[in-house]
């Protein structure tokens, strides 16, 4: 399922990319230009913590599903895809399994 | 191939929750608790926009790559995963479209 | 001139605590609950962030005055006030030197 | 003494800019450029949510007093000071009232 649904997101949110503003929610966003997605990655991401905080299992989805809609669009203004994301999350895992590397690099 | 990898990281993720700090990244982002890992959320949020800001392509799908796996880890925190997610996105695509729904909520 | 920009605010915050929500911005805040004052304060601190980027010193500064005022309502919110934060920053001057004394914490 | 203390910090950083990267944590972040400022922006924001959440009085002033400090390095990052931003508050109180202005800008 999850394919399907990362895929037919990507899709619509490209389809909207050039739209004429008026027509969709993702068609304005992409209109108003970069600094206006970025604004909603960045309240989407206080929205997550928020509702991590405030322990509604549903809230915490409701608002990462939200951020990670976002992050699509972002991508996409990139003329990227959920697909890039990917290869670089199952790269890290090829190297030497993800939770490794990722401690390599933070620790 | 997302099904796959979002799904392995999801299942290595889980297999870190109560192990030992010192055996991986994950178990000692576990081990310091939800605050730890939000304030992770918060870094790599600020990294996205910073690396789109910047311009690299690579470096925002590495940055964006970093958000979504510790969003995974927050989840799990949570006992929930990618899936609920994917549903919750999947569920409003199924109401009246993704992006007119996002917009009756944004506009 | 700060002594009394800084001071007039926190006690034009502090009146409107508690004053009915469509009496004013601050206060229609206030009865939204601490949330709704925290969502302001992440997205004032990202629109610095893009401010900064963008290169505009009219919009930095108009920016950074949003997320100070915000916090300003944080802080009363929690029966705190600036004269607090200064104290917290004069003591670590005191201490040893602001520079140094950030720089233990954080290097 | 906010005017003290605020204006010794700006003098303090202001005499950082330029300094051999070494000789304090300050001139050591200038030295790392704008995106090393604003990552600490960002990270500082984020520890002032969760302690805000979290509810101990004395780390929400200790964050949002290190939240405060990193905004003051920003603007002198970009040849600004305490003084433009406490100018442009005291503006907006002269104009109708803060409160009210503000309430115009984000109702």
Do not use: P
Request: aromatic share 6%; proline share 0%.
């Amino acid at each position: 399922m999850s394919y399907d649904i990362l895929q037919r997101l990507t899709e619509t949110i490209a389809s909207r990319k050039g739209a004429a503003a008026e027509t969709s929610y993702v068609a304005k966003l992409f209109s108003k230009g970069e600094d206006a997605i970025l604004k909603k990655v960045g309240e989407e991401a206080t929205e997550v913590l928020l509702a991590a905080k405030g322990g509604d299992k549903a809230h915490l989805v409701y608002e990462t599903a939200d951020l990670w809609f976002h992050c699509l669009v972002l991508l996409e203004q990139h003329d990227l895809s959920i697909n890039d994301v990917l290869i670089e999350l199952a790269r890290r895992e090829g190297v030497s399994g993800i939770t490794e590397k990722m401690g390599r690099k933070n620790d």
